[in-house]
């Protein structure tokens, strides 16, 4: 007897048991979160010109504050708002994790102040205070943001709430980012300028932005960024040269700055390679396993927001000895030596980013050594490659340092995991 002949017979509800399986399926581990992903595209056409891992779901942790912005953009276009409306401040959206303004209960924020603060602080108690007035609830205001997300063709994207909060339901795709960051150029070009706040006032005080591509990268004008634990480093950016304008999206960075880096170095080479380009369509295809509007919540703890730590040094990964043990026999590439571990993690991250889809297995390898003077240094390697690879990889690694890339072959790797 099948399953849906059981249904029928009244044994099991078949919207009960659709129910019950959507569920079951949302509470097993998605694929590749946390992960690095990107994709450039030129904004005029639509066209792919670099991808990597570009459909893989991730967290979007802050950038989830774009659609929010979105459909308080539509609001102001409908004429339900306008740019001084009063927002109420509920004490549930007072109570939001940082980043934050700190809106007290039962005062109010004006639309245009609310845009501001979403673009700038990236506050989750204003993302709250927009879901609550424009939906009624945050998480209705999450369905209709799913909703709209779907319209778009943005189909590996599932809204919880209207930060990008931790929630384990919370999911998109670079090039779902990428649809909504053109979006929100087509759709709203008279908001768009938004973005490229760098700082705004609120009630006597000044705020900055943690965007910091828009001072970095000549051209950068938005749009947003983003960080959680699950999510790693994110972020979206725009930019304009000599009449031609890309979007980026890059996911799961190691770092703020190694994702900025990154991010830098795509924009550059998309500018270099707008011309003949094989053209991709920037729609995701049709999938069978989007995930259901109506999925259950699974709330993480203990994330927060980038924001809130914008001068967070970067982590110091740890191999175990089995993993040292397995690289020892490996080929890899060095990008430099520094006098800070951080930076070597750094400039390591960053490079290894480059490379990752061609080389799944390679890691990033931090050793101290002296040089002549007696100074402690840090070289930056990747390794985990063959002898064959690394000249690729110092080509993808695109090294700026004085003394460039080299290989390491797999005896310097041994002696140095003997020190």
């Not at 967290?59 to 740019?83: C, D, G, I």
Request: charged share 20%.
């Amino acid at each position: 007897m099948t399953m849906v002949s059981r249904c029928a017979r009244g044994r099991i509800p078949f919207t009960v048991f659709s129910g019950l399986l959507a569920a079951i399926l949302l509470a097993l581990p998605l694929p590749a979160l946390a992960k690095y992903a990107a994709i450039i595209v030129d904004a005029d056409t639509g066209k792919v010109l670099h991808e990597a891992n570009a459909d893989d779901r991730n967290h979007p942790a802050s950038l989830t504050k774009m659609m929010t912005l979105y459909m308080l953009f539509e609001a102001v276009q409908h004429n339900r708002l306008s740019m001084d409306s009063p927002l109420k401040v509920s004490k549930r959206a007072a109570t939001m994790a940082p980043s934050k303004l700190g809106l007290a209960p039962g005062t109010t924020i004006s639309v245009r102040d609310a845009i501001l603060a979403l673009v700038t602080k990236s506050a989750n108690d204003v993302a709250a205070v927009v879901a609550e007035n424009l939906g009624g609830s945050e998480g209705r205001f999450a369905q209709t943001m799913t909703t709209k997300a779907r319209s778009f063709g943005m189909l590996r994207t599932n809204f919880k709430n209207a930060s990008g909060l931790p929630n384990t339901s919370q999911i998109s795709s670079a090039r779902d980012l990428a649809i909504l960051s053109r979006r929100l150029m087509v759709d709203f070009p008279q908001h768009y300028h938004f973005f490229s706040q760098s700082s705004f006032i609120f009630r006597g005080q000044e705020i900055q932005t943690h965007n910091h591509m828009l001072e970095n990268y000549p051209g950068a004008d938005g749009l947003k960024t983003g960080y959680t634990a699950a999510s790693g480093f994110n972020l979206a950016t725009s930019a304009k040269r000599d009449g031609r304008r890309l979007i980026g999206v890059v996911m799961g960075g190691n770092t703020a700055r190694a994702r900025d880096a990154h991010m830098a170095n795509l924009l550059d080479n998309g500018f270099a390679r707008l011309n003949g380009q094989p053209e991709t369509l920037i729609a995701a295809p049709m999938l069978d396993d989007a995930p259901p509007l109506d999925a259950a919540d699974k709330t993480a703890v203990g994330d927060i927001d980038e924001n809130s730590f914008p001068a967070q040094a970067p982590a110091i990964k740890k191999l175990s000895k089995a993993r040292r043990a397995e690289l020892a026999a490996t080929w890899g590439i060095q990008v430099g030596a520094f006098g800070s571990r951080e930076r070597a993690m750094e400039q390591a991250s960053t490079a290894l980013s480059r490379m990752v889809t061609l080389y799944p297995n390679a890691d990033v390898l931090v050793e101290p050594t002296s040089d002549n003077k007696g100074r402690t240094l840090y070289r930056a390697q990747v390794v985990g490659m063959t002898q064959n690879d690394v000249a690729m990889a110092c080509q993808l690694a695109d090294v700026q340092t004085k003394v460039g890339c080299k290989s390491v072959p797999p005896v310097k790797l041994q002696r140095t995991a003997k020190r």
